[in-house]
């Protein structure tokens, strides 16, 4: 009867050893069966040719800087006398410029409402901050107007004045 229990220690022991052998592997016997390793969520991302880089056939084209260089850009124009003085002065350049059509004028305001090659935009002559005046174009939403008929327009005053 004292053999029982002397048997029983290695078995237990061999028992606990075959445990942790087997819980340290991580069910590496399993592992051949698993469909997880073959699953399609785990495959790399793969990206079809057309969509690595964008389309850009139809894209607006950058201007060369020549083709810059010849339109005109006029943002405002200085003027020796002050808006008062020189707010009748510009209309009477206006009135001698063909092709101007002034639909409004407000003195009050230093602004015409002139239409010039099929834009219509108001002319005004403001007092500058460092004396005398400045004349300007405005579009119908009050951005400053520098390229176009609007800086034709302006170009063609100052010739007159």
């Known amino acids: 009867m004292t053999s029982t229990p002397r048997l029983m220690r290695p078995l237990l022991l061999g028992a606990v050893v075959l445990a942790l052998a087997s819980a340290s592997s991580g ?19 793969e990206v079809p040719p057309d969509l ?11 201007p060369t800087a020549s083709a810059l260089a010849s ?11 002050t808006a008062a003085a020189a707010y009748p002065k510009v209309g009477l350049a206006l009135d001698g410029i063909f092709g101007v059509v002034i639909n409004g004028r407000a003195e009050a305001l230093g602004s015409y409402d002139v239409t010039y090659q099929g834009q219509s935009f108001l002319v005004r002559v403001l007092d500058s901050n460092s004396g005398g005046s400045r004349l300007i174009a405005l579009s119908a939403d009050g951005r ?17 004045l």
Not at 35 to 41: F, G, K, L, N, R
Not at 71 to 81: E, G, M, P, W
Not at 144 to 160: D, H, N
């Open 52 to 62: 690595d880089l964008p389309n850009t056939s139809s894209a607006t084209a950058m």
């Open 144 to 160: 400053m107007l520098s390229s176009g008929p609007a800086a034709e327009l302006l170009a063609a005053v100052k010739a007159k």
């Open 71 to 81: 339109t005109s850009s006029v943002t405002d124009i200085r003027l020796a006398d």
């Open 27 to 45: 069910c590496s016997w399993f592992k051949h069966r698993s469909s997880y390793a073959q699953s399609v969520e785990n495959r790399p991302l």
